[in-house]
């Protein structure tokens, strides 16, 4: 079966951009897992495409179906990982990645003992705020929550089979594509 993989890290760490690389390199048989959300669509998202944008409902019935690797609530609103997303693609040699959070990746380990799990971070905290504050987008407040998060996320990133440092993009896509070569090798 081909691999899973759980890449997590703090907001700001660059997991989005090294994963969106990675796949537009076209190298590995390899998908992102397209998520469920019971949250409205932002400007310019697709269903589908961004999330499966589901109502309530549905996201709690396909919870009584058992219908998900892992699922959380967040800010009110419901996430989850769809085992339609990752199963049949695993099954037919196509590489399944997760942009997925500390608590997400835990329960899919635990449903999934093969995953392999990388943690995506920057040498220091202060690197994170940076970017954080370089974005411009957010409020100081969302800032000072966003680095408590990172300072949590962090303390387990030992949990992970590999640790990305990302200080440096081409540095982090080199180690990125040495885990990937060595997973599809």
């Known amino acids: 079966m081909a691999p899973l993989i759980l890449v997590s890290g703090p907001s700001g760490c660059g997991k989005s951009t090294l994963i969106r690389r990675l796949l537009d390199e076209g190298v590995w048989p390899l998908r992102l897992s397209v998520s469920a959300t019971t949250r409205q669509p932002r400007t310019g998202e697709v269903d589908g495409v961004h999330y499966h944008f589901w109502t309530p409902a549905e996201f709690a019935r396909s919870k009584e179906l058992d219908a998900f ?24 040699g196509v590489g399944v990645l997760l942009d997925i959070d500390v608590q997400g990746a835990e329960q899919v380990r635990k449903r999934c003992p093969d995953a392999v799990s990388i943690f995506v971070r920057t040498t220091t905290i202060e690197t ?6 370089s974005r411009g987008t957010e409020r100081e407040e969302v800032i000072q929550r966003r680095l408590a998060a990172a300072r949590a996320e962090i303390s387990r990133a030992d949990e992970y089979d590999y640790q990305v440092i990302n200080d440096d993009l081409d540095t982090a896509l080199a180690s990125m594509r040495a885990i990937l070569n060595h997973l599809f090798g």
């Open 128 to 133: 994170l705020e940076k970017r954080l504050r």
């Open 69 to 92: 690797l892992e699922w959380a609530e967040v800010h009110g609103n419901h996430y989850g990982t769809l085992v339609d997303e990752v199963t049949p693609f695993r099954e037919k």
